[in-house]
């Protein structure tokens, strides 16, 4: 039973992406693409091969590779649809968080590898973020943990139900707006970045996998992907209630991901990214917003 | 000083002969030059040399607003090897011209700041000034880094080298390398004897101002063989200046739409650009309005079928665009990226002798629909749109702005085409120009003042033809307007002067 939690990630991976383009080429009032139009992309660049430039060493050839990796490692620390996930021990989040935060550590030394310009100042920009939203996560994580008394992901979900007590619901949306924020800014979506531009300047993560392509470029676009449904799988993980029986959970683990990727192409559709420095303000926001929830919870749990 | 120091041409295109254009020598021609520059209304719409015979003959424009005039004086030198005093240490905007007599003709100019090449053509006098070795400028330091961005760009824009210095995320310094383009096009207005094809290189100069070059090249070519049109067909040629402004003006909107990632807005104006553009199609054939604009007359006469047409599309057009600016500008995260981004001080646009947009954005009112007028705009010359703040957002309202005035324009227009005589007069080609003339044609197209001029020989030859494109100034206002920016505001800057490459490097 584990393992079908892997395969509902995978799953919905695999439409995540497709279902963000529909939904933005329907709001601009375009045919645009099919939903599997992203997964036809990586066929594609999987039967390529990839160039090196010469200028880079063995990091550019195997950061792709450990980035992947990394992700899929996570995979199996999600727990998915109040399925205990397939490894599960104490602060697991912990592990959780660094395993990503080391596939990044790989695409930005890879991109420094490159020697170019656009890609240095991509890695500087993405180190900068990524560092200013790791204190939300682990003040999300924390507060969860602090509620229901366990420090694993599966635990936590396990025994967190929404509708135990009114004051939950308080510090449960913003955990949620928290959550969403940190899925948007960890896969660089509008506002914080816009995927879909093709200017060098501006762009934070597109700019420092510029360089690579074909098989790599797949391998790339594969675990952005998975992140997704990653983050998408957590935030439903929280909302199924433990109770209901396996069907209804799988149902509803599906909606709340197509319902994600749709919120994410509805917003992305009707807005402006933000200003570069405006970033940074934005990001510890979303710390911020972190924070009154852990305060919420150190009041609801008499410990302040 | 003696009044007769230089000749007033009156009428914006009016051919005078060039023996009765003043020759000074060079003290006189620069003091004159630097009186007549430090009048506000004044600016240099042309100065250039051209060897006659054994000599190197400069001729200066000045364009004054107020009086609508067009003052021409000239200099004349036989060695090349004197340096001259720059007039660029007085007049910052002169560096551009002074440049370009540097580059092909090796004059040297003394305190002038930097004689960087201007498009390396391949007659060039220094043949050691290569694209490939230019020497960028530098600052030394631990703590910036040099960004260089081209010349082959992502995305569908021409060539052309950007190199920044910043620090962090704030381009102290942004130098552009242009060039890439450069096809000899003043050469070939030369070379090709034949009307026909004079036309179709003017048309070519920049793609997106195809009305506005063809004009002033007709405009230019009808002067100096005295050829007089109706007015139905001047009305004409307005209206397609106008359809052009109002195509590139939404096509614009959606770009800077597109770079702050703002997609309902993109999408949108990207439709209204192509009901435009298809309109022009309707009309002549071509999208761009290639063809439309002939001296003498008009292959494609308007017709009742297609003005009304056109009116109900503009309609239709004004309604949607109003609908998507007022939400556009209006929306906070797409004010947040425009509003306060790239100022263009009006002290800046002034020094650099910025014109069209980038000089209204910080509130210069200048205008050739109104100071100079030409065609139609002689009857009814146009009020300019002016902003203030020197922004990304006053380029964007600016453009908002003059299409819908534009829209208005054409409106009244076509009451007055309906008045006006039926003319069916097909292109003339076999046109005489005045001998030993000078004449200079602006035309306002859509960024700004574009203009030719020609000097003809002795059998009515043209000797020499020369073009200038807005960017050939504007280029210069848009790397101040980047300074103590962040790198990642440029694309959205860049975009909204929407400079032409090809423009400069003709």
Redesign the interface.
């Known amino acids: 039973m584990k393992f079908a939690g892997i395969f509902l990630i995978i799953m919905a991976a695999a439409i995540f992406p497709g279902i963000i383009l529909r939904v933005k080429s329907i709001a601009g009032g375009r045919k645009g693409p099919g939903i599997f139009q992203p997964l036809k992309d990586i066929r594609v660049l999987l039967m390529k091969g990839s160039v090196f430039s010469q200028t880079t060493s063995f990091i550019f050839q195997i950061a792709p590779t450990i980035a992947l990796a990394t992700v899929v490692i996570a995979i199996l620390l999600v727990p998915v649809a109040n399925q205990d996930a397939v490894f599960a021990f104490e602060g697991d989040f912990v592990f959780f968080a660094y395993l990503l935060a080391l596939g990044k550590f790989f695409t930005i030394i890879s991109a420094l590898d490159t020697g170019s310009a656009f890609e240095g100042m991509g890695a500087n920009r993405e180190a900068l973020f990524s560092m200013l939203i790791e204190p939300a996560f682990f003040i999300l994580l924390a507060t969860f943990a602090m509620f229901t008394g366990y420090t694993s992901f599966s635990d936590i979900m396990t025994h967190f139900h929404i509708t135990d007590n009114h004051y939950v619901m308080i510090f449960s949306i913003l955990g949620f707006y928290v959550l969403i924020q940190i899925a948007m800014i960890e896969n660089s979506r509008v506002p914080v970045d816009d995927p879909k531009t093709h200017l060098e300047l501006t762009m934070i993560h597109e700019v420092i996998i510029l360089d690579n392509s074909g098989f790599d470029k797949a391998l790339i676009h594969i675990g952005t992907f998975l992140k997704f449904s990653i983050y998408g799988a957590l935030i439903s993980s929280y909302l199924v209630p433990a109770g209901w029986n396996i069907g209804a959970q799988v149902a509803l683990f599906i909606g709340i991901q197509v319902f994600f990727a749709t919120i994410i192409g509805y917003l992305e559709s009707f807005r402006a990214r933000n200003k570069m420095v405006k970033n940074s303000q934005y990001i510890l926001t979303v710390s911020a917003i972190a924070i009154i929830a852990f305060v919420i919870v150190l009041i609801l749990t008499n410990k302040l | 000083m003696n009044e007769k120091n230089y000749i007033e041409i009156l009428n914006n295109g009016s051919p005078v002969l060039l023996k009765n254009i003043p020759v000074l020598n060079y003290p006189d021609f620069y003091n004159l030059l630097k009186e007549m520059l430090s009048d506000p209304d004044s600016h240099c719409v042309a100065y250039y040399a051209f060897p006659v015979e054994n000599m190197l003959k400069f001729i200066c424009c000045i364009a004054n607003d107020k009086t609508s005039g067009i003052a021409v004086l000239s200099h004349e030198q036989k060695n090349h090897e004197i340096a001259l005093l720059s007039l660029t240490s007085e007049i910052f905007a002169m560096h551009v011209y002074e440049r370009e007599i540097h580059e092909n003709f090796g004059v040297q100019f003394r305190n002038h700041p930097w004689l960087k090449p201007i498009r390396y053509p391949s007659d060039r006098f220094y043949k050691g000034n290569v694209m490939n070795n230019y020497p960028f400028y530098q600052i030394e330091s631990e703590e910036l880094?040099?960004?260089?961005?081209g010349p082959v760009h992502?995305?569908v824009i021409e060539p052309g080298h950007f190199r920044f210095i910043c620090n962090g995320?704030k381009v102290l310094h942004l130098e552009i390398q242009l060039g890439y383009q450069h096809r000899g096009i003043e050469k070939l207005m030369i070379q090709k004897n034949d009307p026909f094809q004079r036309m179709i290189l003017s048309e070519s100069i920049a793609g997106d101002s195809v009305i506005a070059h063809g004009l002033a090249h007709t405009g230019l070519i009808e002067s100096l063989a005295e050829h007089n049109v109706s007015e139905r067909l001047q009305i004409e040629r307005n209206i397609a200046l106008e359809l052009e402004r109002i195509a590139i003006h939404i096509g614009d909107t959606a770009a800077l739409?597109m770079?702050?990632?703002?997609?309902?807005g993109?999408?949108?104006n990207e439709?209204l650009r192509t009901t435009i553009i298809n309109t022009t199609q309707l009309w002549c054939g071509n999208r761009f309005g290639k063809g439309l604009i002939r001296p003498g007359g008009s292959n494609y006469p308007s017709t009742d079928d297609f003005i009304k047409s056109m009116l109900s599309t503009l309609e239709e057009t004004l309604r949607r665009y109003e609908d998507i600016t007022d939400r556009i500008y209006s929306?906070p995260?797409?004010l947040?990226?425009f509003d306060g981004?790239g100022i263009l001080t009006q002290g800046q646009a002034k020094l650099t002798g910025a014109v069209g947009m980038a000089a209204r954005i910080t509130g210069i009112a200048r205008d050739i629909r109104k100071s100079h007028p030409f065609q139609y705009f002689r009857q009814h010359p146009v009020e300019p749109v002016t902003q203030i703040s020197g922004d990304v957002l006053a380029r964007g309202m600016l453009r908002n702005l003059e299409a819908r005035q534009s829209i208005g324009l054409i409106k009244q227009w076509t009451k007055k085409l309906n008045e006006a005589e039926e003319s069916n007069k097909k292109p003339d080609y076999n046109y005489k120009l005045q001998p030993e003339s000078f004449a200079i044609s602006l035309t306002e197209g859509w960024r700004g003042e574009v203009c030719h001029s020609a000097v003809t020989g002795k059998n009515g030859n043209i000797i020499h033809y020369k073009i200038k494109d807005p960017s050939f100034h504007n280029w210069m206002a848009l790397a101040l307007a980047v300074r103590n920016q962040?790198?990642?505001?440029?694309?959205v800057c860049n975009k909204s002067f929407n400079l032409s490459y090809c423009g400069n490097d003709l």
């Open positions: 880094h040099e960004v260089g961005v992502a995305g995320e739409c770079d702050v990632a703002y997609q309902l993109q999408v949108v439709a929306l995260s797409v947040s990226r981004i962040e790198i990642s505001d440029f694309p």
